[in-house]
């Protein structure tokens, strides 16, 4: 059975930083383009990073550019979002997902589907 589990989330204070993780069972993360996506509440679910599965090409979404980094760590299966310099607008829920996707098709679009694999998100909450 395929699971992803996201992990890190919390309180913060603004200019606070945290590191999200995305770790895996029953699938081999290194195959897909793993995206972080947020959803805060009354909004639009929205891709924030994407990393692709060979040459780790990445996107970030203008709100987050220079503030969050995306990585992975084939070894443990594991991708992260290394969150910078938080904001209270970054508060959401925060989702990896997991496809065969382009990784600006995967992050700007709405090609990820529930048939891909998808985390049960992780609450991040940016506030003094």
């Known amino acids: 059975q395929v699971q992803l589990a996201e992990s890190g989330g919390g309180l913060v204070q603004p200019g606070g930083s945290l590191r999200l993780s995305c770790a895996a069972s029953?699938?081999?993360?290194?195959?897909?383009?793993i995206g972080w996506f947020r959803q805060a509440p009354g909004k639009e679910r929205e891709g924030v990073s994407c990393?692709?599965?060979?040459?780790?090409?990445?996107y970030y979404a203008d709100s987050v550019k220079g503030r969050f980094t995306i990585s992975r760590d084939n070894a443990k299966n594991t991708v992260y979002l290394q969150m910078n310099s938080l904001e209270p607008e970054d508060t959401a829920v925060y989702y990896c997902?997991?496809?065969?996707?382009?990784?600006?098709?995967?992050?700007?679009?709405?090609?990820?589907?529930?048939?891909?694999?998808w985390g049960k998100g992780t609450l991040v909450t940016v506030s003094s």
């Open positions: 997902a997991a496809g065969a996707y382009p990784v600006q098709a995967m992050c700007a679009t709405t090609i990820v589907s529930d048939k891909d694999y």
């Open positions: 029953g699938v081999t993360l290194a195959y897909y383009a």
């Open positions: 990393i692709s599965s060979v040459v780790d090409r990445t």
